[in-house]
């Protein structure tokens, strides 16, 4: 096995993937470096391609206004840009190399056409794929709430107690 199809076994996104698919998806893919200071993408970019980190660090960053915010310092064996094979929408952040990067490049289009000659293994991808975007959502939502003062809020003496009978629930 090549060191590639390691890498992309340690993924999270591509667990379970059987090794025909891997190695289909690395010859339609690309090995790349940056230096530190290279933009691997901009917020904006137009977007269809993501990225396994081989080695280095990349710094994601969201603009606000004119000023940058680091959201994020991705590592060996992360991933990015995953967001774009879901929504083919522009990139929703810019990444930055902080050290010389090596990294994969998987294109869209590979797994287009993998939805055409395995529909099971591109199934399982996705799956995998929603279960990393929400992975990451739930960080960023733990990240927020740490990071806001919300205020408290008591819901009352006994939160157990049964409803009143005048009440009507929404939820059944």
Known sequence: MSKHAQLLREVPIFGAIREDIIDFLL?????MSLRAGDWLMRE???????????????AVLKAHGERQYLINTLRDGDCIGEMALFDLMPRSASALALTHVSLLEIDSAALHELYQRDLEQFALIQMNMGREVTRRLRECEEHIFRQL???EFDPGPDPDMPWPE?????DG
Do not use: W
């Open 27 to 31: 010859a339609s893919g690309r090995a």
């Open 44 to 58: 904006g970019d137009p977007s269809g391609s993501m990225y396994v980190i081989e080695r280095g660090e990349i």
């Open 149 to 151: 003062d919300f205020p």
């Open 166 to 170: 005048s009440a009507t629930r929404v």
